[in-house]
């Protein structure tokens, strides 16, 4: 049975990862507008941030998808 989750085996860390690679932290900030995307950002307060505010994930998965469905 597969799934039918686009993002279905990939980790926040994996997605967050990708996004920072592709957009940067500042791209990032521009389109999701959270302090911990604009001060002092790194992958582990993120995580963090992200783990406790389903929008703000939401949003973030939401541009993975935007940016890396083939």
């Known amino acids: 049975m597969t799934s039918n989750d686009p993002l279905h ?3 926040l860390q994996a ?3 990708a996004l920072v690679e592709r957009i940067g932290w500042e ?3 521009r389109q999701v507008d959270v302090r ?3 001060h002092e950002p790194s992958i582990k307060s993120s995580l963090t941030f992200l783990r ?3 929008w703000a994930r939401d ?3 939401q541009l993975y998808l935007q940016l890396f469905r083939s």
């Open 9 to 11: 085996g990939l980790t």
């Open 15 to 17: 997605i967050l990862t």
């Open 27 to 29: 791209g990032l900030a």
């Open 36 to 38: 911990c995307f604009k």
């Open 52 to 54: 406790k505010t389903p």
């Open 59 to 61: 949003k973030v998965e």
